[in-house]
């Protein structure tokens, strides 16, 4: 275990559908990261909050919606998804002090867009 | 965001032969991480290079930054079927920015 905790680990839903996805990280770190993984492509940085503060919006589309309540918690809302936004969604946190620091990531939610 | 590019993307080798994934960049990087990530797994954290011509080891893996900081290696030594996975380079110049490689799938034969 990493410390921390995505669920859920695997979710269906449609186009029209509202989901959230959840991260929790135990190791008292002040930043949190959503990256997607697709097939054949780079791990893409979508969004970075520090101390509660999003500080990066890697031009994510609006359907995408990040919402961060403390330093712990970090949430992905997902409405109106498309197919192309099936991936692995990989939530990631680190002590927030700058350069030098590793991520810990957690094992991910698999997204299938139908 | 910052690009990195890695090759090979795919490496198919026989247990026990080496294997080396190269990082380069176009700019000069403040540091480089690597990260491990296992098939089905999240990506792990193996190491982190900073200065100019730096060197580590871990067991068999050694890491490599470039005297012009702009690219970096990871060289395993005899594989093992252990060491199947995507290796990743990521590079951090502002902070709490990470921006990772396009990642080498390395898969070992016995």
């Known amino acids: 275990e990493t410390g921390v905790t995505q669920t859920p680990r695997h979710l269906v839903m449609g186009m029209t559908n509202k989901k959230s996805l959840k991260c929790e990280q135990h190791?008292?770190?002040?930043?949190m990261y959503w990256y997607k993984q697709s097939a054949k492509k780079p791990l893409e940085l979508m969004f970075v909050?520090?101390?509660?503060?999003?500080?990066e919006n890697n031009s994510v589309p609006s359907r995408f919606s990040p919402e961060c309540p403390n330093s712990s918690h970090l949430f992905l809302h997902l409405h109106t998804l498309q197919p192309e936004d099936s991936a692995l969604y990989l939530c990631?946190?680190?002590?927030?002090?700058?350069?030098?620091?590793?991520?810990?990531f957690g094992s991910g939610t698999q997204l299938s867009v139908l | 965001g910052q690009q990195v590019m890695q090759i090979p993307q795919y490496q198919h080798v026989q247990e026990g032969e080496d294997f080396t994934t190269y990082c380069n960049s176009s700019?000069?990087?403040?540091?480089i991480q690597w990260y491990k990530q296992r098939p089905g797994g999240h990506p792990v954290f193996l190491i982190q290079?900073?200065?100019?011509?730096e060197v580590k080891k871990q067991k068999r893996l050694t890491f490599q930054f470039g005297e012009a900081k702009k690219n970096s290696s990871l060289h395993i030594t005899a594989t093992q079927t252990t060491d199947v996975g995507t290796y990743f380079c990521?590079?951090?110049?502002?902070?709490?920015?990470?921006?990772f490689g396009t990642g080498t799938s390395l898969t070992v034969i016995p």
């Open positions: 990631a946190s680190s002590q927030g002090g700058g350069l030098g620091e590793k991520l810990f």
């Open positions: 190791l008292g770190h002040n930043a």
């Open positions: 909050y520090s101390l509660e503060e999003r500080v």
């Open positions: 700019t000069t990087l403040s540091n």
């Open positions: 290079l900073v200065k100019s011509g």
């Open positions: 990521a590079v951090s110049n502002t902070g709490n920015q990470f921006y």
